[in-house]
DNA sequence: CTCGATGGTCAAGCTGCTTGACCATATAGT
DNA sequence: ACTATATGGTCAAGCAGCTTGACCATCGAG
């Protein structure tokens, strides 16, 4: 493969993700939860499953503890997150998400299903599901960092 | 395809895209081209046919033309590109790239295949370009977006 | 029961973007 | 031809999100 296919290829994976990150904010807002940032979907994938410490979010995101902590402050004020004290650690707070949190983890769910139905009617399902399998396979491991 | 499955293909696109991004560029500062960010590879994609206004570039960017004017000064003081007067308008200028503007693109190309080459050996080669073929189907027309 | 390592916050500063104002040139209307 | 409006570009100021640096509280190994 020419090295001009791949840069091709490239920016078409880049020009999907971004497209992607917009529709999945656009709907999230549209379905009534404000101020949202797409930075913000990252960390709530992180959060949900059991909640997370702030320097564990900081690692998953890439950035230092303290941005973490900023933009879990963000989430506080805007209602979809709160601190706890952590069960097992005087120092450190169990950031876990608010209900409002999960309805706007399910809002995020919702338009990145329309967003994913819509290459079905383009590419049919079956090659969209193997695109899925194809891409997980190739992600990297380490911190989500943002694509530009 | 339910919710959670989208969900969990965006999350894997997301992650390639970011991954692909932080190689393109750490390749490109390996071959010695410093200063060099992730926003510079989309301007240099429009510059490079026959180079393009600053107002081309902001639309291409999605940005204000302030912002792409910014970045083009950088990309002049760094030695990558550089403004002429238009042949047609003279209110506008044509920001074109310099040698080194074209060198440092034919490494971004390089990094990309590189990466690109690693998919292949996970995936095989088939694969990675039926996968480009179809990213190809689904890219999004209109500005570039940051992946958030 | 010290003492280095770790979780977290406060404060200051930088960078890349935005908005707002403005000038020069092009283009359409009369 | 002449004004009026649109368009390309820049200057300036402000802001948001990140960084670095300093610091305190608590943990855990010796």
Known sequence: MQ????MALSAALLAVAGGLTQRI?????ARGFEGVR??????????????ATVTD????LGVTK?????LVDEMVRKGYAERRPHPEDARARLVVLTGRGWACTRAAEEAAAEAVREWGDVLGEREVRALGEQ???IA???????AW
């Open 135 to 137: 891409l997980l396979r």
């Open 140 to 146: 990297p491991r380490g911190p989500i960092r943002p």
């Open 38 to 51: 797409p930075a913000h979907g990252f960390a709530f994938a992180r959060l949900a499953p059991d909640g």
């Open 25 to 29: 904010n656009e709907g999230v807002i």
């Open 3 to 6: 090295n001009s296919e791949a």
């Open 57 to 60: 979010l900081a690692a998953h």
């Open 66 to 70: 303290q941005a973490a902590s900023q």
